[in-house]
């Protein structure tokens, strides 16, 4: 079979043969959305493909990190949504016999290559909007599935708690751990693991490649997948977060991708606006929430926000973009942050964010009791934070530059939701859409001492018109903090980096200059 995406199907089959042949795998994966949605893919596939293996997370896959996975007794590594550009550092590891990479990723690759690389970008496919890290490892999935017919599976998926907390490489996850014990599949597993389709649309939709609306490219063969295999419903519908949990007025006011004057932003302005409408929005007192209503209900909620709209001036580019494609579970309960692709992201990078890749692993892998309950409380933390943070920007401001903006949270927002505060901030009071936005946060203080010493988070977020006009902003990360002694990269409308601490200054001269040079 040629697999979801043809164009990988020959290296997702090595790839899938060499893991075959391992006695046993060590699985490393980044930490947010498309990291553990990719983590859990690729654990269901090894699992049903009989090969017993253990996880680990890392935050950052830097030299200590692979250093202390080469000290493992692992002979096979399969790295998932991380992994192409440490292929440098992971090289020296490979050439001195340490271990054998199996690599599902689809950032940049480092100046070096390794046989068994599965990304897209190696053939000619765009990892930063038509191919997620999920999506890599669920192209992985099907080729081991096709692969390892008649293998009965003997193994757990490792669930990565075994001691309730997440791991780092030298404190590797006990196989059938706690939430691997209490995980049920929402679906029935499937042979050929199209069931894992959904799984890899929510990380692509975690992973901002829903550009316009809707996934392109390599992703769609992936959505049909899981809509053949009955694990998703597409549809157009409002492009608003929150269709599934916010209470109605919510759900307005925070749309802010697309302001509409006296609605967005204004919590007054969306409660006048839903007391206007001839329906019943509440029910025992209770505001319904949009998945709640009618499709007769849901039209005449969209058809006023649009006439609102069209009478404050909205250009008729933006209100194009209220409606966009909607990606559902069909088979969790509605009204839940699971049913939809985009809420089930978000509450999964709630968990990474805060140290517990373990949870959102647990969640993904089928934990609807104890993983979904402690994910549920790291996202309310977690929205009470980008809450403060966004507070925090809008108050203070951004300073501009020429062709980009910029602020320095200092100790006062966690380095890990900095550029998630960015990005939200982006179109508030002084804050510009029109340029990319740099976020300088200190270094947590967790970890060890190489850690803390590691210098100043920097992240950068832009939008998906400004990456039409040529912004990317993986080389603007990249080479304005190697030009200062740090390094960075990512994809083009979202990217990192660290820098030492003292060279903002110098970081932010050499950026603007990049960023015009690319916008020119």
Known sequence: MTGPVPELADRAAACADRLLEADRVLLASHIDADGLTSAAIAAQALERAAIPFETVFEKQLDEDAIADIAATDYDVVLFTDFGSGQLDIIGEHEDAGAFMPVIADHH???????????????????????????????VLSRALADASEGNEPSVAADGGEANGGSRSSSELCSDGGDAAAAAKPATAPRADNRDLAALAVVGAVGDMQASGGELHGANEAIVEDGVE????????????????????????????????????????GALR??????????RDGEWRRWSGL??????????????RAVSTGVPASKIDQLVSTAYVLPEEPVGTELRDASEFSTLLNATARYERADVGLGV??????GALERARKLLRNHRRNLSEGIDLVTREGVTHEEHLQWFHAGDEIRETIVGIVAGMAMGNEGISRSKPILAFAEKSAEGNAAEEEAGVKVSSRGTHNLVRQGLDLSVVMGEASRAVGGDGGGHDVAAGATVPEGTEDAFIERADEIVGEQLS
Do not use: M
């Open 273 to 282: 606006f839903l007391d206007g409408l001839d329906l019943e929005l509440k």
């Open 364 to 369: 993904c892998l089928g934990d609807r009791t």
């Open 294 to 307: 009618t499709n007769d209900e849901k039209q005449t909620v969209a058809s006023a926000l649009v006439k």
């Open 108 to 138: 940049q690759p480092a100046d070096r290559d390794t046989e068994f690389h599965l990304n897209p970008l190696l053939f000619g496919i765009d990892g930063a909007s038509e191919l997620s890290g999920a999506g890599a490892s669920y």
């Open 229 to 268: 295999a009955g694990v998703l419903e597409t549809g157009k519908d409002l492009a608003l977060y929150g269709k599934q949990t916010r209470p109605l007025p919510k759900l307005l006011e925070y749309a802010t991708d697309v302001h509409i004057p006296g609605i967005s932003n204004d919590e007054n």
